[in-house]
């Protein structure tokens, strides 16, 4: 784009192009969910019940960002759902998803910059992982400071190593199964469980248990409504986006979960050390090594290394813009409203960069104090999952009731309201699935820490209601303008 960017929301300027968007989308979906946590998946709830986990939970991403699509295209805003929230269903709600999401992120900065130094140590295990933990974050930073369109270049790079390196395992998997690179294996053996359970282990139990796991791999998806805000042409870059969101969870995890499951036994024992100090044995790696590559383990660790550094990246970003707009709205103090002349939300970046320190330095000082704080973050990925769906059922609803016609917008969501309706069930079943034998057993500090982000929620959203007094707008009063506070804002 030409030097002299459309200056949007008062210096946020819309540099990124629809490439960026797409990759920035995809990358989002490819992460270390995939490359790392499947692998406990398939062990826990067995191929079978591992793949209509995924495939239920990609159903419910397909619908929330379709959702997502239809309010981005036809409003697109830096604050995306937090936004949404606070002009279709009430502040108080919109207050509370914003300050939820900024704090998921500003934590998920610190955890991800921790395991950049678990990563690291793979290679370098004799050198403290705190230098490679705060050299990540200082990079980070500095990309993050330039401009938005280094951002979105970083993001297209990585993502394009994530993409070919899942097309490459695909390839490979599949000429595996077949038997044309690697050993004999017993692939209907492998889906089916050694011809028990035909193929689901644990029963259904085991396969809500899974829908936690992979609702974390598809976590960050809901980037491509954040990124709507600076998009150089947000209604061709999003619609575009979100269309391929179905064939991206189709191909690159339904697809991925099925070749692990047919080349894996699900009793192999290193699937259950699926976390990020056991990179060596992720289920690529190890499909990888079956087809006779000596070296996987390595590629694997260099790509995973990729997909966290991509994750914090995300991270920085979509924390600070929210910072950003919720300074805008009024919901934080005023400095964090500000931009430079490139149009970079200095004070804000400064601030969550200083939180994400911060929780990065207990992990050091205080383990216990960085547990607590991980989990209080652990389930807000969901609660802004809610968030979408609560205010595009409230956004349809609005447009209609104030006469508007369907016809006009320029991406319409898949059959609506069931994508919406559907996504709210699904994330209230996951959000209570986290760790129901904590109640059953009573044990306090196991629903502290599993379930710490849903007051913080309530807290919240009940403290913006009590101090400001807000209610539940009425569908004829929702503001349907696509102006907004932190747009007409100049300085």
Same mark, same amino acid.
């Given at each position: 784009?030409?030097?002299?960017?459309?200056?949007?929301?008062?210096?946020?300027?819309? *540099?990124?192009?629809?490439?960026?968007?797409?990759?920035?989308?995809?990358?989002?979906?490819?992460?270390?969910?995939?490359?790392?946590?499947?692998?406990?998946?398939?062990? /826990?709830?067995?191929?079978?019940?591992?793949?209509? &986990?995924?495939?239920?939970?990609?159903?419910?991403?397909?619908?929330?960002?379709?959702?997502?699509?239809?309010?981005?295209?036809?409003?697109?805003?830096?604050?995306?759902?937090?936004?949404?929230? @606070?002009k279709f269903v009430d502040?108080?709600?919109?207050?509370?998803?914003?300050?939820?999401?900024?704090?998921?992120?500003?934590?998920?900065?610190?955890?991800?910059?921790?395991?950049?130094?678990?990563?690291?140590?793979?290679?370098?295990? @004799?050198?403290?992982?705190?230098?490679?933990?705060?050299?990540?974050?200082?990079?980070?930073?500095?990309? @993050?400071?330039?401009?938005?369109?280094?951002?979105?270049?970083?993001?297209?790079?990585?993502?394009?190593?994530?993409?070919?390196?899942?097309?490459?395992?695909?390839?490979?998997?599949?000429?595996?199964?077949?038997?044309?690179?690697?050993?004999?294996?017993?692939?209907?053996?492998?889906?089916?469980?050694?011809?028990?359970?035909?193929?689901?282990?644990?029963?259904?139990?085991?396969?809500?248990?899974?829908?936690?796991?992979?609702?974390?791999?598809?976590?960050?998806?809901?980037?491509?409504?954040?990124?709507?805000? *600076?998009?150089?042409?947000?209604?061709?870059?999003?619609?575009?986006?979100?269309?391929?969101?179905?064939?991206?969870?189709?191909?690159?995890?339904?697809?991925?979960?099925?070749?692990?499951?047919?080349?894996?036994?699900?009793?192999?024992?290193?699937?259950?050390?699926?976390?990020?100090? !056991?990179?060596?044995?992720?289920?690529?790696?190890?499909?990888? =090594?079956?087809?006779?590559?000596?070296? &996987?383990? #390595?590629?694997?660790?260099?790509?995973?290394?990729?997909?966290?550094?991509?994750?914090? @990246?995300?991270?920085?970003?979509?924390?600070?813009?929210?910072?950003?707009?919720?300074?805008? *709205?009024?919901?934080?103090?005023? &400095?964090?409203? =500000?931009?430079?002349?490139?149009?970079?939300p200095v004070a804000a970046?400064?601030?969550?960069?200083?939180?994400?320190?911060?929780?990065?330095?207990?992990?050091?000082?205080?383990?216990?104090?960085?547990?607590?704080?991980?989990?209080?973050?652990?389930?807000?990925? +969901?609660?802004?999952?809610?968030?979408? &769906?609560?205010?595009?059922?409230?956004?349809?609803?609005? +447009?209609?009731? /104030?006469?508007?016609?369907?016809? #006009?917008?320029?991406?319409?969501?898949?059959?609506?309201?069931?994508?919406?309706?559907?996504?709210?069930?699904?994330?209230?079943?996951?959000?209570?699935?986290?760790?129901?034998?904590?109640?059953?057993?009573?044990?306090?500090?196991?629903?502290?820490?599993?379930?710490?982000?849903?007051?913080?929620?309530?807290?919240?959203?009940v403290y913006y209601k009590?101090? !400001?007094?807000?209610?539940?707008?009425?569908?004829?009063?929702?503001?349907?303008? =696509?102006?907004?506070?932190? *747009?007409?804002?100049?300085?």
């Amino acid at each position: 784009m030409a030097e002299n960017t459309e200056s949007f929301g008062g210096g946020i300027k819309r *540099e990124l192009k629809t490439r960026h968007i797409s990759m920035i989308a995809l990358g989002g979906c490819i992460g270390t969910g995939l490359f790392v946590a499947s692998g406990s998946a398939i062990s /826990q709830a067995g191929p079978m019940g591992a793949l209509v &986990a995924y495939i239920a939970i990609g159903i419910m991403v397909f619908f929330l960002m379709t959702s997502l699509g239809e309010m981005a295209t036809y409003m697109p805003l830096t604050g995306s759902f937090a936004t949404y929230a @606070n002009k279709f269903v009430d502040p108080a709600f919109g207050f509370a998803m914003g300050w939820n999401y900024w704090f998921n992120w500003a934590v998920t900065l610190a955890v991800d910059a921790a395991t950049v130094g678990v990563v690291m140590n793979y290679w370098l295990p @004799n050198m403290p992982q705190w230098i490679w933990s705060a050299v990540a974050l200082a990079i980070i930073f500095v990309i @993050n400071i330039l401009s938005v369109k280094s951002f979105g270049e970083t993001e297209f790079w990585m993502s394009i190593i994530k993409v070919i390196t899942v097309l490459v395992f695909l390839a490979v998997g599949l000429l595996t199964i077949f038997g044309i690179m690697g050993n004999h294996i017993d692939v209907i053996n492998n889906l089916t469980a050694n011809h028990h359970h035909g193929g689901f282990v644990g029963g259904l139990p085991a396969i809500l248990a899974v829908f936690v796991v992979a609702g974390y791999s598809f976590q960050g998806t809901e980037l491509v409504g954040i990124t709507a805000g *600076e998009s150089a042409t947000p209604e061709e870059s999003v619609p575009k986006a979100i269309k391929q969101v179905f064939w991206r969870i189709l191909l690159f995890y339904i697809l991925s979960i099925f070749v692990i499951a047919a080349l894996i036994n699900y009793k192999n024992p290193d699937l259950l050390r699926s976390d990020a100090a !056991h990179v060596a044995v992720s289920p690529f790696a190890l499909v990888f =090594k079956q087809a006779g590559f000596a070296a &996987a383990a #390595s590629v694997m660790n260099a790509v995973i290394l990729t997909s966290v550094l991509s994750s914090a @990246n995300s991270g920085m970003y979509a924390s600070t813009r929210m910072l950003y707009v919720m300074s805008r *709205e009024g919901f934080a103090p005023k &400095a964090f409203g =500000k931009t430079n002349r490139r149009g970079i939300p200095v004070a804000a970046l400064l601030g969550t960069t200083v939180v994400g320190l911060l929780t990065f330095v207990t992990s050091i000082i205080g383990p216990n104090a960085y547990n607590y704080l991980v989990a209080a973050s652990g389930l807000t990925g +969901f609660i802004a999952w809610i968030g979408i &769906a609560v205010s595009h059922y409230r956004f349809r609803r609005a +447009f209609l009731a /104030q006469g508007k016609d369907l016809n #006009s917008l320029k991406y319409k969501a898949k059959w609506f309201p069931f994508g919406p309706l559907m996504a709210l069930v699904i994330c209230i079943l996951v959000i209570i699935g986290q760790n129901p034998q904590s109640f059953v057993a009573l044990d306090w500090q196991q629903i502290l820490i599993t379930y710490m982000s849903v007051p913080l929620f309530i807290i919240l959203y009940v403290y913006y209601k009590i101090r !400001h007094r807000t209610k539940v707008i009425p569908l004829q009063e929702v503001d349907l303008n =696509k102006s907004t506070k932190s *747009e007409s804002y100049k300085g």
